[in-house]
Structure formats: C-alpha cells, structure tokens
C-alpha cells in the first residue's frame, strides 16, 4: 500500500490510498494493521511491523507498506542502491511527471528501486567505455528469470552475452547490429531482438533502449528494458499457420470439386460406352483411359484429405488392429536393409477414423521415413495412450489442445531429421524436398487433413540428426457407430427389385446425365434437374410418388443438397443419397449430425449400387 502519511489517522482507507489489494474485506484487515503503526512521527527507517515491511519515504507525505515480511525482502530493501535510484529516477521521468501534476514534488529514489526490481520486463543498466564492449552494471530479477542466467553471470559481462544469436545472424546478413549501431551512436532502439538464453534456447523479446548519463565513472551509461515476447509471436504463428492452412484448404477443396465433377463425367461416359459395347479392340482403349481416370482420382482424393473439414465415413477401430493389418503392405514397400518395429500399446481404446484414411497416412509417413534414412535404418511404429491439456508438444508450434484422453500413433525413423527452417512448411500442399519425379508434395498434407477432420493432433516430437518422430493424437470415441458393409463388386449392373421413382439434382448438366442413364440401367424411373429452386418450387405442394432423392451437396442458387433433402423430407419420408467430392461449409458442425448417407465423387455404377444397397434398396440377381 502507498498512502498520505496525514491519512493514517483516518476511519477508512482513503481514496488517496493506493492497494494492489481487489477484496474490501481484506482492505479492511490491512487498514487496521496500518492504522496501527506507531511510528509514523519517528525518523523513518526500513523495518518490520506485523505481516508488511514499512519504507517510509524520506522528505515526502509518503508511507510505504510492502505486503511481506521475510528476511530476503527486508534484505534487499536495505542494501538497494542509490546509484540505482537515481538512473530509475531518470528512466522514470515521466511517471515523476505524472506525480508532480497530481501534487506530489517530491518521490524518493527508493521507490523506483523496488518498482524496477519487481517489474516483470527484463531491466539491465550498462555502461560503454570508450575502448570497451559495453557491460552489464545492472540486471532484475525479470533479467534472470528469462535469460536463466544468475545475477552474478550477468554483472559484468559484455550486452552480447545475451544477443550473440541476434549478432551472428546482423554478421551473417553483412551488416553492423541495430542494437549496437544505436548504442555507440546514443540515440535510442525500439524493436525486437532474439535473447540467447543459459540453456541454449532463445527468446523474443521487444526492446527499448534508453541513453542515460552521457559522463559518468563507469563510461556511458544506458538502460536496456524489454518484454517477453515470445509466446506472443509462437500463438502469431500459430494462427498465421493455421489461417493460410485453412485458406489452402478451401481454395484446393474448390479446385477438387470441380476437377472431381470432370472426372466423374469422363469415368460416367466411359463406364456407359464399356456397357453397351462388347467390341474387344474399344474395350481395350477404355480400360486404358479408365487407368488414367483412376490416377486423377487418386490425386483429387489426396487433396479432398487435406481440405475435407469432416470424414463421412467413420467408424470405431483399434489403432492396434489397423496397423497390423497393413504391417505386410508396409514391409513389402521398404527394402531388406530397413528394419520395421512395432510397438504396440496395451488395453487401448478405440477411435473414430476412417480405416482407409489411418492406413494411407500410416503408410505416408514411413514412406517418409524410408526416404529419410536413403533406404536403410530402423522404423518403429508405436501406439499409446495419453492425456493431453494445454498447448501441444512438438516441434510444429504450440497450439492449444482440447483436453482429454488421446490414442497416440507415433513413426519413429533413424534418418537425418528435417531442418528446423522447414518445420513450418512441412504440412502445405505440393511442399516437398524431393526431386518432382519422386513425389507430389501431398503426403503429409493428406495426414494433416486427416488427422485434422478426425478432431486430433499432428506434430513432429523430435527432429535431429538420429532421426525424426512423427506423433499423431487421436481423441478416445465416445459414442458407437454402426459399421458400414462392405459392398460387393459386380461386373453386370442388377436391377432394383421393385419399381422405384427417382429424384437427381445435380448443377452439372453432363454428370447430370450420366446419373440418370445409371439410374435407368438399374430399373428406375427417374426425374433429373439441374436447378434445385425448380425442385423446391414444383415439390413446394408435394413429391408425387418420389421414394428416392439422389442430390449433388455443392449447388449454386442459394440452396445446397443438404437443405433441399431436408425440405423434401419434412413432406414426405423418402430415401435419401447425397453425392459430393467436397462437403464444405453445409452447416452440420460435425459428421455425427450427417443424417444421410453419402457418397464421394467420382464413382462408378457398382459405387451407386452399394451406397443404395445401404439406404435399403434391394436388386435382383445380375442380368
């Protein structure tokens, strides 16, 4: 508390009073304590009364009561220096001014020693002789609590001890520091500077350099006062990260859906040519282009990973289970000299994923791995359980992590680790180090988006020349889910075993039309549209004897697929199959609120026949 020695006769705490105290009954408890000093007409000296440590100003209406009474604080008080208080003095100008404005003339130095060596900025006071590097005279506790440097391992020693990354990187760049420039020139430094810490880390801190007394014993002497910026700009690269990887997601999930629209019209004509001709030289011809169909799917698919903001097809499984069952696809993909390691955890929960999602980003990353290590070493692939809370551990950022149980899943190789300047860019589509014949750039981006849509974690644990660790978190399920049936290829298009109306709106006019020839060679009757406000204004009374809607999810208009399946079952109770490469932005926050089935673009006629087989429609034998 600091309070008007003509005050502390009062009944209550006066207003003039200042109290870092919030609670009012516990100023009532310090007040009294206060109010019960007696020595306030006594020479004033620096001593103990009950639970504060009294410093009573000297020459000023100003009483001092420090909240603690311990050996070290009272120490302290007593050994400051007045060759410190007269530099704070100077660095405080303003605040003195402040003061002067409100009627105070005159504030002791000691005052300011204690503000100084309680601030939480980081405070040195350094002097800079003539012929000499410029020295440490002063350094708070804020000073050694963020370089981990003790006092006695700062006074005296060079400024450059605690910039020598910042200097390494002015000489590397071929220019003089900004920090010494303004030093030596004694004009005053506003900005950032990296602090080399004790324990070899860095931190970011925002400086402000003061010039103080131009003569003095010592040299020069200036003020150095700076604020630990550092978590501040981890959580601005964060976000930064975070918004470019969403901005990319969008604009590769556009990109996709588009291209996925194409090469649904090419695999539908295709496909349509295949079952209406049996000349063997065409068919040739087609399986050809139906290759080369399937490889612009495979890349639209690896993009929609990385962009799709949710997964449509999840369902519960053991990480253990999954990574078994593609350990022989794993080691028929790494060479003799590559030893594979499983580690697998015990008595493990299960998660929600996508199997076929878990086992392409599995494979990825030791595919990564294997190249890493130029095709020899050790691999290990270990799962586990573990709590998460707070930020995320790693190398890739500090994100804030929703806190509970995850299963983890982590591929450990031996090779030579990844550059600390690329950790930021590892994770972006088509970013590769690899020579463009030996990759695309797209794998540990589908694990991202994967890892991302199934509501875990992604980073890199540890990074160094014995190698690196990739640790993906997975949150334990909370719910069952019904497994989905496996659907059986068929070479011949089956028929629907009993007469079926059918509904498909799609904005794309030539997939349009390869929907309904499907839907016709399976035995339905169908109604197409291209326009879903034509479908909402001529079903606006109602469905006239439609049993299925089939609806792109993507439309222009106004309206999407997801909207116009709700509105027409509000009339009526009809089957419903949402088609989509891309879902996007439909208003369902997460793929549990997904009251449809759906089925990705592109497919072919035996991909329809399986996603109607599971909305319940049964076909007659193949013809």
């Given amino acids: 508390m600091i309070i008007p020695k003509d005050t502390l006769d009062s009944d209550d705490m006066p207003a003039s009073a200042t109290c870092w105290c919030r609670d009012p009954v516990r100023y009532l408890t310090l007040w009294k304590e206060a109010k019960a000093w007696p020595f306030s007409n006594l020479e004033p000296i620096v001593h103990r009364w009950q639970s504060f440590v009294i410093w009573p100003a000297k020459r000023v209406n100003i009483q001092i009561f420090f909240h603690s009474s311990s050996d070290q604080w009272l120490a302290f008080l007593l050994g400051s220096s007045d060759l410190l208080s007269d530099i704070i003095m100077g660095m405080l100008l303003q605040h003195t001014l402040e003061w002067q404005d409100r009627g105070v003339h005159c504030v002791d130095s000691e005052l300011f020693q204690s503000i100084v060596s309680n601030s939480e900025y980081l405070i040195l006071v350094a002097s800079r002789s003539p012929f000499g590097v410029p020295s440490i005279m002063y350094a708070n506790a804020a000073a050694t609590s963020i370089s981990h440097y003790p006092r006695s391992q700062l006074i005296g020693k060079p400024i450059t001890l605690l910039f020598q990354e910042e200097l390494n990187q002015s000489a590397a760049g071929g220019r003089e520091n900004d920090l010494l420039q303004a030093i030596n020139s004694r004009r005053e430094f506003d900005g950032e500077l990296i602090c080399s810490k004790a324990d070899n880390e860095t931190a970011v801190l925002h400086m402000h350099l003061v010039a103080l007394e131009e003569h003095s014993e010592h040299g020069s002497l200036f003020a150095l006062v700076g604020r630990d910026i550092t978590e501040h700009k981890q959580l601005q690269q964060i976000m930064a990260r975070t918004q470019k990887m969403q901005a990319m997601g969008q604009l590769v999930g556009g990109i996709a859906h588009d291209f996925n629209n194409i090469l649904g019209v090419l695999k539908g004509n295709l496909e349509l040519m295949q079952l209406k001709t049996r000349e063997e030289k065409i068919a040739r011809y087609l399986a050809t282009a139906f290759k080369a169909c399937q490889r612009g799917t495979d890349l639209t698919r690896r993009l929609l990973q990385f962009s799709r903001q949710e997964q449509f097809s999840a369902n519960l499984y053991q990480v253990n289970d999954v990574i078994e069952g593609i350990e022989e696809l794993i080691g028929k993909s790494l060479t003799t000299q590559v030893s594979l390691i499983l580690e697998p955890g015990q008595e493990l929960d299960e998660i929600l994923v996508d199997r076929g999602d878990l086992e392409d980003a599995l494979l990825n990353l030791v595919l990564n791995a294997r190249d890493a290590m130029g095709g020899e070493g050790k691999i290990i692939i270990r799962s586990g359980i573990e709590s998460l809370a707070g930020f995320l551990p790693g190398l890739c950022g500090r994100p804030m992590v929703e806190t ?79 497994q989905v049936q496996s659907v059986v290829e068929r070479h011949e298009a089956p028929k629907v075993s009993q007469s079926l109306k059918v509904l498909i709106v799609d904005d794309e006019v030539d997939l349009l039309n390869v929907l309904q020839e499907y839907c016709e060679i399976l035995g339905m009757e169908v109604e197409a549209y291209s326009d879903p406000l034509v479908v909402r204004e001529k079903y606006k009374a109602g469905l006239n004897g439609i049993d299925l809607l089939i609806t792109d999810v993507l439309m222009p208009g106004g309206i999407n697929g997801y909207e116009l399946a709700k509105e027409l079952c509000a009339k009526e109770n009809i089957l419903v199959l949402l088609i989509s490469g891309f879902i996007g932005d439909i208003g369902l926050t997460s793929n549990e609120d997904m009251p449809y089935q759906v089925l990705h673009k592109p497919f072919a006629i035996d991909g329809l026949v399986g996603a109607l087989q599971q909305l319940g429609i049964h076909f007659s034998q193949q013809r």
């Fill in 404 to 482: 509970g149980r995850y299963i983890t899943v982590s591929v450990l190789d031996t090779g030579s680790g990844i550059a600390p300047h690329l950790l930021d860019k590892i994770f972006e589509p088509f970013f590769t180090t690899k020579d463009k014949s030996d990759g695309t750039g797209l794998g540990l981006s589908m694990v991202y988006g994967f890892v991302k849509r199934s509501n875990g974690y992604m980073s890199v644990i540890k990074s160094d020349s014995s190698g690196t660790e990739f640790r993906l978190w997975f949150p334990v399920a909370k719910q069952k889910v019904r």
